[in-house]
């Protein structure tokens, strides 16, 4: 068996037909969309996020600017410009780039970001808000993958769903989305114990950990849809999944690194920007 593959290319190009139609609407009553990016970092991995961020806003008619604060920045800095750009009428969505200055943690300064702009759900209230129910900005990631597998018609109603990865900007919430699917969900992380066992009775199997082919096929039940979140970076200037390709050869559907959750991800954050919190995916 070889799996399906579940690109994004295809989804990810029609939301920014969408989001560049209401950019234009927005464009011409005179109030153009509004994206404000604030790094803190010399991370040229990050600089080459925030750069194809800028040039995928610009083609779809979002303004988009850069606030690089430097990487002497200090959380009261980060927090001031947070909270200014909130303040600002003529600003529809505020992302921070991680990673942060040595000594400044996320959950330190993201607070400053106004919910109703956080358009990559980095604020803790974001992330209250969705376990509540609420309105509020999924992480666009997150977001992205619950996206992927409804393009694919992937039932999540009463599904096994297991998470590998327990993060604020990913696990968690993705978590909260899957469980408002209906999904049955359970979480691991780097303290479970026999990972293994613990995968292979997903259905859905999401790994969003940060390791190269953490995800090998004794992980994944036969026929289970398998979508890889990671994102890492290879040698030779390549980028490798948490899951490694051999699982094809087990699974029914499997998400590819590059060109699975990424486009759908970027495509998310402008989508959000344009189509505010309460019409967010």
Same mark, same amino acid.
């Given at each position: 068996?070889? +799996? #399906?593959?579940?690109?994004?290319?295809?989804?990810?190009?029609?939301?920014?037909?969408?989001?560049?139609?209401?950019?234009?609407? &927005? &464009?011409?009553?005179?109030?153009?969309? &509004?994206?404000?990016?604030?790094?803190?970092?010399?991370?040229?991995?990050?600089?080459?996020?925030? &750069?194809?961020?800028?040039?995928?806003?610009?083609?779809?008619?979002?303004?988009?600017?850069?606030?690089?604060?430097?990487?002497?920045?200090?959380?009261?800095?980060?927090?001031?410009?947070?909270?200014?750009?909130?303040?600002?009428?003529?600003?529809?969505?505020?992302?921070?780039?991680?990673?942060?200055?040595?000594?400044?943690?996320?959950?330190?300064?993201?607070?400053?970001?106004?919910?109703?702009?956080?358009?990559?759900? +980095?604020?803790?209230?974001?992330?209250?808000?969705?376990?509540?129910?609420?309105?509020?900005?999924?992480? +666009?990631?997150?977001?992205?993958?619950?996206?992927?597998?409804?393009?694919?018609?992937?039932?999540?109603?009463?599904?096994?769903?297991?998470?590998?990865?327990?993060?604020?900007?990913?696990?968690?919430?993705?978590? /909260?989305?899957?469980?408002?699917?209906?999904?049955?969900?359970?979480?691991?992380?780097?303290?479970?114990?026999?990972?293994?066992?613990?995968?292979?009775?997903?259905?859905?199997?999401?790994?969003?950990?940060?390791?190269? /082919?953490?995800?090998?096929?004794?992980?994944?039940?036969?026929?289970?849809?398998?979508?890889?979140?990671?994102? #890492?970076?290879?040698?030779?200037?390549?980028?490798?999944?948490?899951?490694?390709?051999?699982?094809?050869?087990?699974?029914?559907?499997?998400?590819?690194?590059?060109?699975?959750?990424?486009?759908?991800?970027?495509?998310?954050?402008?989508?959000?920007?344009?189509?505010?919190?309460?019409?967010?995916?």
């Amino acid at each position: 068996m070889t +799996a #399906n593959r579940l690109g994004g290319a295809e989804l990810a190009a029609r939301l920014r037909a969408q989001v560049a139609e209401r950019a234009a609407a &927005r &464009r011409a009553e005179g109030r153009p969309a &509004r994206l404000v990016i604030v790094t803190a970092t010399d991370d040229e991995a990050s600089a080459w996020y925030v &750069r194809s961020i800028a040039s995928a806003a610009a083609k779809v008619g979002i303004d988009c600017d850069v606030a690089d604060l430097g990487t002497a920045a200090t959380a009261g800095d980060l927090t001031t410009q947070l909270a200014t750009l909130s303040a600002d009428p003529g600003v529809d969505g505020v992302m921070l780039q991680t990673p942060l200055p040595r000594g400044v943690a996320l959950a330190e300064v993201s607070g400053a970001i106004d919910p109703a702009k956080d358009v990559d759900g +980095a604020n803790p209230l974001s992330l209250g808000r969705l376990a509540a129910g609420q309105p509020a900005y999924a992480p +666009a990631t997150a977001a992205a993958v619950v996206a992927l597998l409804d393009e694919y018609a992937v039932d999540l109603t009463g599904v096994r769903a297991v998470v590998v990865g327990r993060s604020a900007v990913v696990g968690k919430p993705l978590a /909260h989305l899957l469980l408002d699917r209906d999904a049955t969900v359970t979480m691991c992380h780097s303290r479970t114990r026999d990972l293994a066992a613990v995968t292979s009775t997903a259905d859905v199997l999401v790994a969003a950990v940060g390791r190269t /082919h953490l995800v090998t096929p004794e992980h994944v039940r036969p026929g289970a849809v398998v979508v890889d979140v990671g994102t #890492n970076p290879t040698p030779d200037g390549g980028l490798a999944g948490d899951v490694d390709p051999a699982v094809s050869e087990v699974a029914a559907a499997l998400t590819p690194v590059p060109g699975g959750v990424g486009p759908v991800t970027t495509a998310l954050l402008l989508w959000h920007t344009v189509a505010g919190v309460t019409s967010a995916l």
